[in-house]
């Protein structure tokens, strides 16, 4: 969803999914700071082309567009593993599940549609849409009913506290993945940061209010929060920035570096 407060976590759901306001700030900044601009790879003076705009640049897609995919099937798997362990969701999903509980169809299905709704807010902030951003609307919530379909509630605490760390570790496995990939923002994160863009507002106050309301309204209509509300919190930013450079694909001309520093004794 990648997504990221007192209770509030990345979503990439936009999540990306929704970490904490100071440590999904971070995310955020990274995922936008991880991803060129189509004008920076663009030759100077030439107009960049409609694929080199969506795309950002083309280097090394043989192993970004894989490691996009797993990483937002990841994600989606991640989320389902939250739900089920019944300890309490990220913001966002909080406000997923308690769309589903009034209104019906599954929790994915609402954070796909959500997702798309929320992309919808691009438009007048201006912001342009990458591969990632789409893939994280049309794939996410497809992985999490998979995984709610296929993993059952674990009765004992022991075992729903084992699931939920297991869940929130994953998640941030899969965010270093997706914003490794370098190819588009979560249409949540993006939200994020075109309001921060257009404002000037702090991109810590701006995630910490979207997550307030969204946690509010979830809880309202009968959102599951608690421990591992505060626990994705906490724990995601560090997580994220952890796996991070293990996952970040290095740009042509960063490569084109290391190529030719070549090996050091």
């Not at 993006?190 to 921060?196: E, K, R």
């Not at 009968?222 to 919190?233: C, H, L, S």
């Amino acid at each position: 969803m990648a997504t990221t407060s007192t209770l509030p976590s990345p979503s990439p759901s936009e999540r990306a999914p929704s970490p904490s306001p100071s440590a999904s700030a971070s995310a955020s900044a990274s995922s936008e700071s991880a991803s060129p601009s189509p004008a920076a790879a663009a030759p100077v003076g030439a107009r960049p082309g409609p694929l080199l705009r969506v795309l950002g640049d083309t280097h090394a897609l043989g192993r970004r567009l894989p490691q996009l995919a797993v990483g937002l099937a990841l994600y989606g798997g991640s989320m389902g593993l939250m739900l089920r362990s019944g300890l309490g969701l990220d913001p966002w999903d909080v406000f997923h599940q308690g769309l589903q509980g009034s209104f019906g169809l599954s929790v994915g299905a609402w954070v796909t549609i959500c997702g798309a709704l929320v992309l919808l807010l691009w438009i007048p902030l201006r912001q342009l849409p990458g591969v990632g951003t789409v893939a994280n609307v049309l794939l996410i919530g497809g992985a999490m009913d998979l995984t709610l379909r296929f993993v059952g509630s674990p009765e004992a605490l022991p075992a729903r506290i084992a699931t939920m760390v297991a869940a929130i570790v994953l998640n941030g496995l899969a965010t270093g993945l997706y914003i490794g990939a370098r190819l588009g923002a979560g249409p949540r994160d993006g939200l994020m940061t075109g309001l921060h863009r257009r404002t000037g507002g702090s991109l810590r106050l701006i995630r910490t209010g979207i997550e307030l309301v969204v946690l509010a309204v979830g809880v309202l209509l009968g959102g599951t929060a608690g421990v591992g509300t505060v626990a994705y919190a906490l724990a995601i930013g560090p997580l994220a920035q952890f796996f991070l450079p293990w996952c970040t694909v290095p740009t042509a001309e960063q490569a084109g570096r290391a190529g030719a520093a070549g090996p050091t004794a």
